[in-house]
Each structure stands twice: as C-alpha cells, then as structure tokens.
C-alpha cells in the first residue's frame, strides 16, 4: 500500500505540472455552461439577427424549453459528445507516455508491481475525469434551476451516478488502449471510435443492450426527463462494472506482456 500511494504520489504531481487540474475542469465547466446558456438566449438571438418569419418559425420549433429537457440536452449534446472526445485526447497518453519515455521500465525497477502502477493510474484518471464532470454537471444545473426553473435533486444525483458509470466505462477503455498501443493518435481514434459505436449502437434497443455501457447515457436522460422508461437499468449497470474490471485487468496484462520501453 506504501508503494501504491506513492504512485497516487507521482500521478498527482504529474496532474499538476501538466496542468491538467486545471484546463480539464474549466473545459467541462464550460461544456455544463453551454446548453443552458444557449438555450435561454437563442430565441433573443434569432431575434437581433434572423430574418423575419424565418427566425419566428425557428422559435416555435423550439418551442418552451423545460428544465429537465434543457439538462438532458446537457447529458446528451455536451458531455456525451464533445466531453466524451476530450476525454479521451487529455488522458490519451497515461501509460503510452511513461513506456515511450522509458519511465516506465525505469519503475518497475523499483519494488512495485503491475498491478499498483495501473490502479494508481486508473485511480488518478477516474479522479480527473469524474471530478472535471462533476463540475460541469453542476454547474450545468445550476444555471438550468436559475434560467428554466426546478429540478429534482435527487433525480439529478442519481442520474448523474448512472451517467458518471459510463464515464468510468470511457476512461478505462482509453487507459487500455494506452498500455496497448504505442501511438497516442492510435489511443484517441481507437478510444473515440469505439465509444462513438457503442453510442449508436444504444438507439437500436433491444435486450443486447445490457451488455452496452453507452446505454447507461440514455438511462441517465431518461431519469432526468419525467414520464421516459428505462429498459433494462439494473442489468446494464451490474454489466458495464464488470466490463469495467476486465478492462483494467486487461490494462494489467497488457503493461506486463508488451515491451516496457518502445523499440525503434
């Protein structure tokens, strides 16, 4: 355990001198910011700057926007899209980075095992990514109450658990394919390439979405919008864990079959 908060140790300082503590939350902060804000002044827009009749029919397209419509936009547009692809880019390189510039083999020179480096880094990832989101998430239901009216709260804490899952789903999977691949660009295409397809995936339905983690996103929208089922809930949580600690042993295995150093 000495040797495993030493690594938190070093994950967390090098958080720091990269500045990712920093960047990374004012991002999504700024993704949780967008919707609401957008959403309240588009018709004022469309109004200064559209042409007649045109921007009027905008409008009543868009019709009065609800609270908890306005959050699952937030979920749905923002975090889901945008917040998912930078994601994947500011964690790309976790374990690439350390094996390309022999940090790596110079660590497991020291009395650590697999196991400690890629739970440290994992930790460390779900801690940056999760508490990034949970700014955005706030903030995003901050402005909501204030522009479009109530929310419930405990809809919107369990809500953002289910959603927070998939997110962990995410940043595992980008920690896997940075043990397997030696390219970050291949990282990042390989991780938002999957995550989009699972994505798509998820509007089909059907019961094989159980065994979809992009599922667990619009179980989220739908306990934020009042009157929506949720198919297949409790399964596709219990599910996606498990995917969850598959990935990390795979990441486990992965750092102890592949090179520690990257070969020319």
Sequence with gaps: MTHFSALIGKEWLEQRRSLKIIWLPIVFALLGLTQPMMMYFLPDILKAFGTGNEAEQVINLMGNQSAQAVMAQTLGSQFDQLGIIIIVVALMACIQSDRTKGMLAFIMTRPVNTIEY?????????????????????????????????????????????????????????????????????????????????????????????????????????????????????????????????????????????PLQKTE
Aim: aromatic fraction near 18%.
């Design 118 to 258: 890629v739970l440290s880094k994992w930790v460390m990832q779900c801690l940056m990514g999760l508490g990034s989101l949970l700014i955005g998430y706030i903030l995003a239901a901050y402005y909501t109450y204030f522009l479009f009216g109530e929310l419930s709260i405990n809809t919107l804490i369990e809500s953002f658990f289910v959603y927070a899952l998939w997110f962990v789903f995410v940043i595992s999977l980008v920690v896997f394919a940075s043990a397997a691949f030696d390219s970050s660009a291949i990282v990042a295409m390989v991780s938002v390439f999957i995550a989009i397809l699972l994505g798509v995936i998820s509007g089909f339905g059907g019961w094989v979405q159980m065994f979809n983690p992009a599922y667990l996103s619009k179980n989220a929208t739908a306990l934020i919008m009042p009157g929506q089922s949720m198919d297949y809930y409790l399964p596709t949580i219990f599910i996606t864990i498990a995917w969850i600690v598959l990935l990390v042993i795979l990441t486990i295995f992965m750092v102890k079959i592949k």
